[in-house]
């Protein structure tokens, strides 16, 4: 690193807010700072009278330059009362999710004789929710990057619960389609509670929570068709779409319990927000925050960078610094602009060369001056959804999630939906195989005890399958884990195209794949949102998310649909698109076991 003053030159911009200060400190700024994440800059240190901000501090008072981040203060705190209070909250949103899908192959049939429909309406019902999730997805995750997840999935829960109830009202078709489809914008906000939920938890058991809160989306499942024997045959749908809201209604309350993620706050500038809601959750474990300043990752890791690279010779009442985005951090008890100040925007009246940025910095005892010279080629990159592309190996990550999500909600929703249809029936007639599915009873109102009993042994296998996800996440890696699940996946697929075998054999073949999907379900679920850092995390399981959502979309048609024409044709779909699955998983690059949410 190289010491030699850069030359100045006037500024152009637009004006960035670093979350500290009275409005008299941020007027004190001289020009416009360059946002987080510029690059090829000159820093020059100079004597100043300018009182900058103070930092936010969580143990003593001290001069000693201690820092730590979220993750620091997390790991520090560890897994206590607090995270098993938050990790039943999160299950209750998890298995609302659950029930809410689930409830819909239970009344499609109901809903068939009670507005007289016919067989691609009836999948529509199915298909409205998936198509509101696949709309609302992007929408609640630039909303939960740009004002919260709190609040965000206090709204999204709140809103579930109003259409939800309204849907039991229906007077006709469209009015139940279009409820539906509103349920189903509101629940894309749902899997959100899983990055809200993965961002107060230790890195070294953050895997093993989030699979453990799959186990409620099998409750969920399995209460709603428990309830649906017991309220379908005596009160009809409309009771069933009515009881099934209340308990979305009861997590609203619970969410007052429960406060904003810390790595939001950090992420929005809001250090004190962030700090409060790290001493609650210490309270809560009976444990003490590091001593020390809150920072950012970013900044931590210029501080400690240039630790290494600079001495600390303050004999000079003038220092300048030339330095890379990667070598920019300002010495020890000089807060750096560039991690809290963000929206810059170079000029269009501005040519190529670098730009200087000047603001004032420090304290009364040793005021400092800062000037920064960039280029600005990187402002604001890692922002928003183009963020999710921002570098090779994270736009490759992101297609291939996408892949991958499609296939889990496409192969996941299509075993539940063929289960009963495939199971309802005798595959082999007089020694020959059929290949499509007897259609007498289509018409009925409701799904016969035995389908309720079907549909409950299927849904058990999901528990054997966290069981497995669980025990590969936590000897092998995460990609791994994904590998092993689809490529079993595909295998128990393939040999449901075997017909001339026992039931048994044909009920034991979907339940591997029942357990198996919901495992690669979860254990992606972990992956994605350590895929990213904060600022885009929400949009990034939101993209997939969505894009899963298509898979939701296009599966009721071929389990419903083709299926009954050709067993054969259906069976080889699932089985397809199950392996290109595993083919998008072998290819992932990044490893995320271990990794701290920055």
């Known amino acids: 690193m190289s010491l030699a003053a850069g030359p100045k030159r006037r500024l152009v911009g637009q004006e960035c807010s670093n979350g500290y200060g009275s409005a008299g400190e941020r007027e004190a700024l001289t020009a416009h700072v360059p946002c987080e994440g510029a690059a090829d800059m000159n820093v020059t240190v100079t004597n100043s009278s300018y009182e900058g901000p103070r930092p936010v501090r969580a143990g003593d008072e001290s001069d000693d330059e201690d820092y730590f981040t979220v993750d620091d203060a997390i790991e520090h705190i560890g897994f206590g009362k607090f995270q098993v209070g938050l990790s039943v909250f999160a299950g209750m949103i998890w298995m609302v999710d659950a029930m809410e899908v689930m409830i819909m192959s239970i009344i499609s049939p109901a809903a068939r004789c009670a507005f007289d429909l016919h067989d691609v309406e009836v999948a529509m019902i199915t298909t409205a929710v ?63 509670a899983m990055t809200y939920y993965s961002e107060f938890l230790p890195s070294s058991i953050r895997g093993t929570c989030v699979v453990f809160i799959e186990v409620f989306w099998s409750i969920g499942t399995i209460f709603e068709t428990a309830l649906a024997m017991g309220v379908m045959p005596t009160l009809g749908w409309r009771y069933l779409l009515g009881f099934s809201s209340l308990p979305v209604m009861f997590s609203c309350i619970v969410f007052f319990f429960f406060p904003e993620s810390p790595h939001f706050l950090v992420t929005s500038g809001k250090n004190e927000a962030a700090l409060k809601v790290l001493k609650r959750v210490a309270r809560a474990n009976k444990k003490s925050l590091p001593a020390g300043t809150l920072v950012s990752a970013v900044e931590k890791a210029r501080r400690d960078k240039l630790k290494e690279s600079i001495s600390d010779d303050d004999g000079d009442s003038t220092t300048s610094v030339e330095a890379s985005s990667a070598d920019s951090p300002l010495p020890a008890g000089v807060a750096d602009p560039r991690s809290e100040l963000k929206g810059f925007e170079q000029s269009d009246a501005e040519d190529s060369n670098p730009l200087i940025h000047e603001i004032d910095l420090g304290s009364a005892a040793s005021p400092v001056h800062v000037s920064l010279i960039s280029d600005g080629k990187n402002e604001g990159k890692n922002a928003g959804f183009m963020g999710l592309f921002s570098s090779r190996k994270v736009g490759l990550s992101t297609i291939l999630l996408g892949f991958i999500w499609f296939t889990l909600a496409f192969v996941y929703y299509g075993v539940s939906l063929m289960t009963v249809e495939v199971l309802s029936v005798d595959l082999v007639v007089n020694g020959t195989c059929i290949n499509s599915l007897d259609t007498e009873g289509a018409s009925s109102c409701t799904l016969s005890r035995a389908k309720y009993i079907t549909n409950l042994w299927t849904t058990a296998a999901e528990f054997p399958g966290l069981v497995i996800t669980f025990l590969l996440m936590y000897f092998l890696s995460r990609r791994a884990t994904i590998r092993i699940e689809f490529a079993l996946v595909t295998v128990f697929y393939s040999l449901l195209l075997i017909c001339d075998v026992p039931r048994i054999a044909t009920l034991m073949f979907i339940f591997g794949v029942r357990a198996l999907i919901t495992g690669a379900f979860q254990a992606v679920y972990v992956y994605t949102p350590e895929m990213y850092p904060t600022a885009i995390r929400a949009t990034g399981l939101s993209f997939c998310s969505a894009i899963s959502r298509i898979g939701g979309i296009a599966t009721p048609f071929v389990a419903e649909v083709v299926l009954r024409h050709s067993l054969i044709a259906g069976k080889l779909i699932y089985t397809t698109v199950a392996g290109i699955g595993f083919l998008a998983a072998v290819l992932l690059p990044i490893e995320t076991k271990g990794r701290a949410l920055d």
């Open 130 to 192: 998936f198509i509101g999730i696949f709309i609302g997805a992007p929408i609640w995750g630039y909303l939960m990057d740009k004002y919260g997840r709190h609040k965000c999935l206090l709204l999204s829960s709140l809103l579930i619960g109003v259409y939800g109830l309204a849907s039991a009202f229906s007077p006709n078709y469209f009015w139940l389609l279009t409820l539906r489809f509103m349920v189903g914008f509101n629940l894309a906000a749902t899997p959100q």
